[in-house]
DNA sequence: CGGTATCAGTTCCTTATTGGAACCTTTACC
DNA sequence: GGTAAAGGTTCCAATAAGGAACTGATACCG
């Protein structure tokens, strides 16, 4: 299976994917929980390159998963619909895992 | 941030991604959770090249997310650990939001 | 015993996706 | 008019994924 061809899979596991399963999707989606809602302000927090930004923030769009404002001119908002809010409890459940079973032993300082 | 600094990573979401947020591997997950358990299982199911599935089971093994065991000489089971029965919830947050948000529109075939 | 098939990979080559830097356009500020 | 920032786009190099062929090891078939 190509992963353009889970956008019409049986399984809604695989659909779900189809549209956040890519490397930088969900990291931008936890910007847009976070309040984060500009261009600008995805770059400096994730350190994506422009162009797959612009690609990804263009297919949320698509999707309808963000919303896209012109707050000045040329200068936009990015902003989660409800279908994008609906996401929250993947990001949720992924919060509680990551802090569990992936836990940040932060680097031991001088002789810790 | 490179995608292999998501690791030690601050944010839980971004370590969990750092796990399994590739193309593959929240699919090959799904099928250990459907009971599925080889690589031939694996391959049938999603499609996925041998070359990259082997290197996602690799990669789940060395996290402590799936086990490997010989049930025959050279064939192999990947069961879900504790670890990666902790998935779950992903799992189910997202097969919710896909069957809420992105319903199959199954072919109408002939008439409908 | 030779021939064929399956499982679980590995290797090699091609295609697709990402990273990185430079460039572009509009607006704001001095 | 010069400089800077936001939000892109373009181009090229590096990385990842797709696809087919090839490798053992084991099993079954006659």
New interface residues.
Partial sequence: ???SEL??N??????????V???WT??IL?DCFLGRSRFSEFRAS???TRHVLSDRLAGLVAEGILDKTEYARGRFDYRLTD?GE??G??????????????P?RRPVRSKG
């Fill in positions: 299976m190509k992963w956008e019409e049986e399984c809604p596991i695989a659909r779900t994917l189809s549209v399963g890519d490397r969900l990291l936890r994730l350190g994506i279908k609906a996401l409890p993947i990001l949720r459940s992924m919060f509680d895992w990551g802090k569990a079973y992936r940040l």
